[in-house]
């Protein structure tokens, strides 16, 4: 790979001491066919000097041969590879691509694909800081910016760069721009919560290079940032949710003096000696200790002096607690500190991307998947689906590929509830269909139907059943078996 520093011919050990320690922006790119999304990520990765000198001189070779692009790379060429693999059937929905600079890593979630691109992109966003929207100069906003701009904004992105591309073919207008722009400010209303979006626009051209490391002289009157120096500088929102939130992925019985509850901390962090509540029982316990070492290691008669332990484990650590007190908890169920504790419900009102072509039923029972919790729903009512080029909300009774909606969601036992937007990792699902157990659709919680206590649609238990439960979980607690009442 061409030298990105020369740190790293110096001295590679601090080279990499610095890499490690830098900030990562995830972002993707969004734009219509042949606005210029490919060109921009080889652009990226080829300023950034990301890329290896075969590959290099390996499309400097084909861009002469395919001739799309005079004299110039076609740096799309770099990125398009993904296209012959998906010829040979290989799907791959999302690609991630990495450059750094000084001062950021970075990810791209590549999001190929127009048919289902609501799919890719719902897929590639979840996890962004930033959506850049690619913007043809010579087409202006489109009905893809704007179903774009919408997905990145439902999503919860809180950065969107309107990049206006192939300034080069309207010879670096200002007055193009400022249409353009002007064009884009009247679809911002519509965005869901776009007064906590920062945007940026920026004239550029991937081809030429213009305005992506440095500012470019054919376009003197723009006073803004270079691309690369944005994406260095704009304020990442990290996820500030400090409720602590641990979905348990399993009970951890690697010997009867040992009882932990394994999970990846979704928010938060918790020590030694705070309260807990288990929802949805809402039992509550003290945390007795905090393990970092893999607890699947610990000899069979161990005792505690083989567990590594610390006072504190914060978001995103993968942990296992104890708890001072015996209770009962198991797959899916979520621990929180007593004192942020979140609506338990099985009634949520939620936002759904439906992705797949056969069209979402109301009442059809679904399998819904949000963190460690797999239970059984079914969508009750859809209150609108969104027109999202007129931004006009529709009635309807079932969804079509590529559809977004608000519905009602009712699933077959409570569940501890975020809201998407305070909380991307508890506030969101996939939905599966129970037959094909493909993925069909992704929802965002919005807000919870408290359901006081008990839930009013979970099924009474036979005598029978109860004592089978009972008997389980006496004699083979490692199966984590919940407790029926
Ligand atoms: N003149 C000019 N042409 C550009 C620019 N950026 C991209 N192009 C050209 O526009 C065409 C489409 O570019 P791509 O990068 O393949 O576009 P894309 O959005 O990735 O297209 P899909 O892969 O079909 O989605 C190519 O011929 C590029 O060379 C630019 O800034 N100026």
Redesign the pocket.
Known sequence: MAHQSDLIAENIEQYLKEHEHKEILRFITC?S???????LIGRLLYDSKMIFEDQLASIEKDSKKSG??GDKI?L?LLVDGLASEREQGITIDVAYRFFSTDKRKFIIADTPGHEQYTRNMATGASTADLAIILIDARQGVLTQTKRHSYIASLLGIKNLIVAI??M??VDFSQERFKEIKKDYEEIIPNLPGNADINFNYIPI????GDNIVSNSAKCSWYEGLPLMRLLDSVEIHHDENDDFRLPVQYVSRPHLNFRGFSGTIASGKISVGDEITVLPSRKISVVKSIVSNDVKDLRPIGKDETVETIETAYAPMATTITLKDEIDISRGDMIVKSNSIPQVSNKLNVMVVWMDEKPMELNNSYIIKRATSVINGSFKAIEFKKDINSFKEIFTDSLELNDIAKCSLSVDRQIAVDSYYENRHTGSFIIIDRYTNSTVGAGMIVDAVETQGKDEELREYTKAEIALNQYIRDNFPEWGCKEIL
């Open positions: 734009g066919v042949d606005d210029g999304k490919s060109t799309t692009t076609d799309a591309n192939k080069d073919l051209s991937a081809l030429d």
